[in-house]
């Protein structure tokens, strides 16, 4: 949905000036009263009457940037979790992984002990014990 134009607010401010209630300006620019109370308000507060082109919100996670840079520099194999930990902080661990990115900075962590291999390469290894006639043993362990 797009703003109301700077000339829009304008003539809605300028009837409130005249002495025109909000309702009645509401209803002759056919426009809700809670957003002609919301222009008033800001030009009141604000001094501003152009409509607000863009947010300009600074990630909480900025401040925090170089303490995240030299732990990970530290101690590469951090995770998400320790990574927190150490630097103590209330960010949440989604918030560590999008800063991680914005940073361009990787985590080297590897769950221990799992390896990535096919499932495939597995099955092919896997021995099959068989007995003098030809017979599987059941101890092999394969399934049917």
């Known amino acids: 949905m797009k703003a109301y134009s700077r000339e829009f607010r304008r003539d809605v401010l300028a009837a409130c000036d005249a002495g025109e209630g909000t309702q009645a300006v509401a209803l002759r620019f ?9 222009v008033k308000q800001e030009r009141r507060e604000q001094g501003k009457i152009a409509p607000s082109t863009t947010r300009r919100r600074t990630p909480r996670w900025l401040a925090e940037a170089d303490r995240i840079g030299e732990c990970l520099r530290k101690r590469p194999d951090l995770t998400l979790c320790e990574l927190k930990q150490e630097l103590g902080t209330a960010l949440s661990i989604y918030t560590l992984c999008r800063a991680l990115k914005r940073l361009r900075l990787t985590l080297k962590k590897s769950t221990p002990g799992v390896r990535a291999r096919s499932s495939r390469r597995r099955a092919a290894t896997r021995r099959v014990e068989t007995s003098a006639d030809g017979a599987r043993s059941s101890a092999a362990g394969v399934s049917r």
């Open 30 to 38: 056919r426009c809700s009263e809670s957003w002609v109370r919301r």
